[in-house]
């Protein structure tokens, strides 16, 4: 069963520092770009960063620009996303999203189940 599995959301205060992380498991060919999005409660999911399947490239939202911070390690099957200077706005459920190449059964987009980040004093 090919799945995303993501980790590491939590409290944290503004100001404060977390990593996620969210790795690609079962029988997969090849992952090809990786990201990450974000929704906040009563907003749509915005795209906060992407990486492309060498990490030659990455995309950073204008929001989280010079405090986040996209990786990924293709031998881990793993994205992660470190984020710095958390502000009371960066509050939302984080998405990892990753286009799997399955081999003789296509391409396909998959999304994890979710991590919390809550950023409050």
């Known amino acids: 069963q090919v799945q995303l599995v993501e980790s590491g959301g939590g409290l944290v205060q503004p100001g404060g520092s977390l990593r996620l992380s969210c790795a690609a498991s079962?029988?997969?060919?090849?992952?090809?770009?990786m990201g990450w999005y974000r929704q906040a409660p009563g907003k749509e999911r915005e795209l906060v960063a992407g990486?492309?399947?060498?990490?030659?490239?990455?995309n950073i939202a204008d929001s989280v620009k010079g405090r986040f911070t996209i990786s990924r390690d293709n031998a881990r099957n793993t994205v992660y996303l470190q984020m710095n200077s958390l502000k009371p706005e960066d509050t939302a459920v984080y998405y990892c999203n990753a286009l799997l190449n399955l081999g003789w059964s296509g391409v396909y987009d998959y999304w994890g189940q979710g991590t919390q980040v809550t950023v409050s004093s």
């Open positions: 990486i492309t399947s060498t990490g030659g490239r990455t």
């Open positions: 079962g029988t997969i060919f090849s992952i090809m770009d």
